[in-house]
């Protein structure tokens, strides 16, 4: 009965073609995806960002494997996949931030 209610007052303040005639507004500020021609082949900027810091982390374990320094690094899984968002929201910032 209560969920009756709730969808009659659902209807009754929100109806349901109001949200496709608001759908243009959200949609008006949408572009073309940044994308990045690698060997005659787009790829989406995310693509590469994400590889680039999955290298960078990867490159970052090396590092700090051949200091000898791994049993410091308190949880790995987790602070390897900080460090690859880390560097790929960076990447992402400084070559594509406008």
């Known amino acids: 009965m209560r969920a009756h209610l709730i969808m009659q007052n659902r209807k009754k303040?929100?109806?349901i073609e109001s949200a496709g005639l608001a759908l243009p507004l959200f949609l008006c500020g949408?572009?073309?995806?940044?994308l990045q021609n690698v060997l005659g082949s787009f790829f989406p900027s995310w693509m590469i960002c994400v590889m680039l810091?999955?290298?960078?982390?990867?490159?970052?374990?090396?590092?700090?494997g051949m200091f000898g320094v791994p049993e410091a690094v308190p949880v790995p899984m987790l602070t390897y996949l900080a460090f690859a968002l880390s560097i790929t929201f960076l990447i992402w910032l400084l070559v594509f931030g406008h």
């Not at 810091?53 to 700090?64: D, E, F, K, P, T």
């Open 13 to 15: 303040y929100f109806p």
């Open 30 to 34: 949408c572009s073309s995806a940044p």
């Open 53 to 64: 810091g999955a290298v960078s982390s990867a490159l970052l374990r090396a590092l700090i």
